[in-house]
């Protein structure tokens, strides 16, 4: 296979491949960052301690966490169907994308919250902030630098999701992969997804870290 006939398909594989991360991601910002703050909110000694509600919380993530991304594809692909219309395609892949990586990031995001100074945490109470106002005032904007470096972490796992869940026809550089290179001998095309993948993650990586040390630098200042 020559370049010229690589890189149309390279490029849509990268297309469907950010398509389905940058989804993906958003959707597990949205669930996984509540369920984080709320693990550390329903604790032993957390301002809404709760056993029961944290541990079938805690019980939820760890099992959501155990399950190999691969064997969580073909699990949810009739509730795939059911949600998106279909089990394939980038738009599918979505489902089992954010349904793995929510819990791993609301891990990510317990230990980044419980990093806070809980002196701040008392001088918010102290003069009278409610719970809303300890979330969003000291532990949320406290955290952030750390809660950008988790993200940071997601999204680069959701890029090897994606290529894994090219196996069960999610597109992308992973079926691209199976398909143009594993499946046709193309070592040339398998070496060149390679490098696009790696190309994705040096990119992803380089940009949180440096929100990260901005926003680093800018708590340093402020205090």
């Known amino acids: 296979m020559t370049w010229d006939e ?3 398909i ?4 990268t ?3 950010l398509y389905m991360v940058g989804w993906s991601a958003l959707v597990t910002v949205l669930g996984g960052l509540p369920l984080g703050v709320l693990l550390v909110l329903t604790d032993r000694g957390g301002l809404l301690a709760n056993r029961a509600v944290n541990k079938a919380v805690g019980t939820v993530v760890n099992v959501g966490r155990s399950l190999p991304f691969i064997v969580l594809v073909v699990a949810l692909i009739p509730f795939t169907r059911l949600l998106v219309g279909t089990s394939i395609g980038p738009t599918a892949a979505v489902v089992p994308l954010s349904i793995g990586a929510i819990p791993f990031f609301a891990r990510l995001v317990e230990t980044s919250v419980r990093e806070v100074d809980h002196g701040l945490v008392e001088a918010v109470l102290s003069m009278g902030g409610g719970t809303g ?4 005032k000291a532990l949320l904007p ?3 630098p750390s809660l950008v470096g988790g993200l940071t972490t997601t999204v680069i796992t959701l890029v090897g999701y994606s290529a894994m869940a090219g196996a069960v026809g999610a597109e ?7 398909t143009y290179g594993y499946q046709r001998f193309e070592t040339g095309f398998m070496i060149a997804t390679v490098v696009v993948l790696l190309v994705i993650v040096t990119v992803v990586q380089l940009l949180g870290d440096g929100v990260v040390r901005l ?4 708590e340093r200042t402020a205090s």
């Open 215 to 218: 926003l680093s630098r800018r």
């Open 172 to 178: 992308g550089l992973g079926s691209k992969a199976i």
């Open 133 to 136: 106002t300890v979330v969003f």
């Open 6 to 8: 690589m890189q149309p």
């Open 15 to 17: 297309i469907d491949t």
């Open 142 to 144: 406290q955290s952030l």
């Open 10 to 13: 390279l490029i849509q594989g």
